[in-house]
T-cell receptor
Framework: DSGVTQTPKHLITATGQRVTLRCSPRSGDLSVYWYQQSLDQGLQFLIQ???????AKGNILERFSAQQFPDLHSELNLSSLELGDSALYFC?????????????????FGEGSWLTVV | GQQLNQSPQSMFIQEGEDVSMNCTSS?????WLWYKQDPGEGPVLLIA?????ELTSNGRLTAQFGITRKDSFLNISASIPSDVGIYFC?????????????FGKGTLLTVNP
């Protein structure tokens, strides 16, 4: 158990719909990351938040958005869903934003949320 | 963007054999991470490397951060059936206020009992 909690574990929805994925980071971790994993693209970094603020943005579509709340949990919102959005979405967390690596900033993943768009 | 070349893509070995996989990049990384992922599960961190030249072990696993900071390898000794899974390398580059974690495509390991 990594300590990162994601809900829901599985989700089936129709094209055009909107879903929200939720993530609770490990206790004490300030940074939250979202990743998408599909068969053809592998693990793709979407976005990172640190202590409530967006820190880095990767290959995240404009139809997707995320936020980190004061209690440090995060939500990933996926809208106008397309078939190609079907994937496993992972949340990960770490103590720091990524600068002070020599202190041992490692990143722990949740078990993921399976999204199927039909 | 940055790319990590992970090899081999897949390996099929006999139980008890040693395994070696590596990642190379054209860019420098500050940190190398190795993960294992079982089907339907999230990646699990195996080893983290923070300094060039660092050699770290975790049980039967050994990983090294290359001197040039552009490569890393992972060795598994005396493989067992539960080693089956996909192994990912990941590199972190934190230049300035920017931060990026890049994953390799993974190495699928199959262990024949």
């Amino acid at each position: 158990d990594s300590g990162v909690t994601q809900t829901p574990k599985h989700l089936i929805t129709a094209t055009g719909q909107r879903v929200t994925l939720r993530c609770s980071p490990r206790s004490g971790d300030l940074s939250v990351y979202w990743y998408q994993q599909s068969l053809d693209q592998g693990l793709q970094f979407l976005i990172q938040y640190y202590n409530g603020e967006e820190r880095a943005k990767g290959n995240i579509l404009e139809r997707f958005s995320a936020q980190q709340f004061p209690d440090l949990h995060s939500e990933l919102n996926l809208s106008s869903l397309e078939l190609g959005d079907s994937a496993l979405y992972f949340c990960a967390s770490s103590v720091e934003a990524g600068r002070n690596y020599y202190s041992g900033n490692t990143i722990y993943f949740g078990e993921g949320s399976w999204l199927t768009v039909v | 963007g940055q790319q990590l070349n992970q090899s081999p893509q897949s390996m099929f070995i006999q139980e008890g054999e040693d395994v070696s996989m590596n990642c190379t990049s054209s860019s420098i990384f500050n940190t190398w991470l190795w993960y294992k992922q079982d089907p339907g599960e999230g990646p699990v961190l195996l080893i983290a490397l923070y300094k060039a030249g660092e050699l770290t072990s975790n049980g039967r696993l050994t990983a090294q951060f290359g001197i040039t900071r552009k490569d890393s390898f992972l060795n598994i000794s005396a493989s067992i059936p539960s080693d089956v899974g996909i192994y990912f390398c990941a590199g972190i580059n934190s230049g300035g206020s920017n931060y990026k974690l890049t994953f390799g495509k993974g190495t699928l390991l199959t262990v024949n009992p």
